[in-house]
């Protein structure tokens, strides 16, 4: 299984990106996903998860700005993330749930991509 995140940037305060993460293999329809976070010297967050089923969840901090989706078909996740604001500046990976585990923990997952910069300033 490959992950491939892709779409950051550098963004005003209030603006908009998409982030999209591209999957290899077979059974991508069968896993929860996910996209974390990590800005410099802070932990990786968790920041909003797609269940196979299509329930989405979100850390507070990113409700009704952030939406996550998934096209099985296309085999990809999309994060579209609107009103961004500088505390949303990190590295934002992409990885897919190991099934049964919770999805807000990144000790879920045992895939993960590389990561790409989406950086925000005010």
């Known amino acids: 299984v490959q992950l491939q995140a892709s779409g950051g940037g550098l963004v005003q305060a209030g603006d908009s990106l998409r982030l999209s993460c591209a999957a290899s293999?077979?059974?991508?329809?069968?896993?929860?996903m996910g996209w974390f976070r990590q800005a410099p010297g802070k932990e990786r967050e968790f920041v909003a998860g797609?269940?196979?089923?299509?329930?989405?969840y979100y850390r507070d901090s990113v409700k009704g700005r952030f939406t996550i989706s998934r096209d099985n078909a296309k085999k990809s996740v999309v994060l579209q993330m609107n009103s961004l604001k500088p505390e949303d500046t990190a590295v934002y990976y992409c990885?897919?749930?190991?099934?049964?585990?919770?999805?807000?923990?990144?000790?879920?997952?045992?895939?993960w991509g590389q990561g790409t910069q989406v950086t925000v300033s005010s």
């Open positions: 990885a897919r749930l190991t099934s049964g585990r919770s999805i807000y923990s990144a000790r879920s997952y045992d895939y």
């Open positions: 293999g077979r059974t991508f329809g069968s896993y929860g």
């Open positions: 797609i269940t196979s089923t299509g329930i989405t």
